[in-house]
């Protein structure tokens, strides 16, 4: 047998395990879109389409909470907090383009574009201000661009452990080249999983071993969540486009100076838990600068409005909706009762 049919065989084998592996992983995903469909409703904001699921009963007088997410995550990371807040209030979450149930968009995933589909999601939608907008991580920095183009429709404001458009800019240096490095190499291990998902490797694994994905979710909602992550590959190329869209957009916002929340209740609460710690190259100086920081820009966006507060979640790291959910719903409840008057 000469060496060109050798290689020949070869080839044809690898063609005819990756026919395979498509065909079982499009099976694999085809199974987890029909056995997780959207909880809520899709909207069109303009040729694609918005998931968004609303609880809870309108009362009269009262402003309706809309909550947005950290990066790359669907409204399902609400999951312990939303249904808490129904008790109270009308509350909505949504996906972004592109993240769990909607659909995904051309533009770029820059903040403006992000806040526009919001925007335009609650009007399609019929959902009416006044809002009490809540933000976790970047999200905050998101609904804060949000009040700063429609003041008139917001009337309160939560922000748990909300990026702010400076804190890269003041981190010690050390820490501000980690985290470029870190941005750059979650870039490309987002991309790395989409192909992969793309070929059917990924979503066979979340139905047999429930997925190799960090899931910022509660524990009642890491099945959904899978799902919306491994029965496509728009979530993960989103997750790619966020990602790198994400220093410019803390540029961007922070050239912008968005500024003054004026009176409405506002609250922001910080994680107890640092997220960085010394070690693996961080000194203890800039562990310890990291921490002051964040207090100081925490206690900033505090006194962005007249009636801010600062709560610390003091069992909490980063994901504080999902380790101390119950902290997020008092705060919400606190705000919306400020704001009704």
Not at 57 to 80: D, I, K, R, Y
Not at 200 to 225: F, N, Q
Request: aromatic fraction near 4%; proline fraction near 6%.
């Amino acid at each position: 047998m000469t060496a060109g049919l050798v290689l020949g065989g070869i080839v044809l084998l690898l063609v005819v395990l990756a026919g395979l592996m498509w065909a079982f992983g499009s099976r694999a995903k085809a199974k987890l879109a029909a056995k997780y469909p959207a909880p809520g409703r899709m909207v069109d904001v303009g040729g694609y389409r918005l998931h968004l699921n609303c609880q809870g009963t309108p009362v009269a007088g009262s402003p309706t909470v809309v909550m947005e997410t950290a990066h790359a995550e669907p409204g399902l990371s609400w999951a312990s907090v939303q249904p808490e807040v129904a008790k109270f209030a009308r509350v909505c979450t949504y996906d972004r383009a592109g993240l769990g149930w909607s659909e995904a968009s051309s533009k770029p995933r820059t903040a403006d574009a992000i806040v526009d589909e919001l925007h335009t999601l609650l009007a399609r939608a019929g959902v009416e201000p006044p809002y009490v907008l809540v933000g976790h991580s970047i999200g905050g920095m998101y609904v804060r661009l949000y009040a700063h183009e429609h003041p008139d429709e917001v009337a309160g404001m939560v922000l748990v452990d909300a990026t702010h458009e400076e804190q890269f800019a003041r981190m010690p240096e050390a820490i501000a080249k980690m985290q470029a490095t870190s941005t750059r190499a979650m870039g490309c291990l987002f991309g790395l999983l989409r192909t992969m998902n793309s070929i059917g490797l990924l979503a066979p694994l979340a139905e047999i071993r429930g997925g190799v994905w960090p899931m910022p979710v509660p524990r009642e909602a890491r099945a959904a969540y899978l799902a919306t992550v491994y029965s496509g590959t728009q979530h993960l190329e989103t997750s790619r486009r966020e990602t790198l869209a994400m220093p410019e957009n803390l540029a961007v916002v922070r050239v912008r100076q968005i500024g003054s929340l004026g009176d409405i209740p506002l609250t922001v609460i910080s994680a107890g838990r640092p997220a960085i710690s010394a070690g693996h190259g961080i000194s203890e100086a800039d562990a310890e600068r990291l921490k002051e920081v964040a207090t100081e820009l925490h206690a900033e966006m505090a006194a962005l409005s007249t009636r801010g507060k600062r709560v610390i979640a003091e069992e909490s790291g980063h994901y504080v909706p999902v380790e101390q959910p119950t902290v997020v719903v008092d705060a919400i409840r606190e705000v919306v009762e400020a704001a009704r008057g």
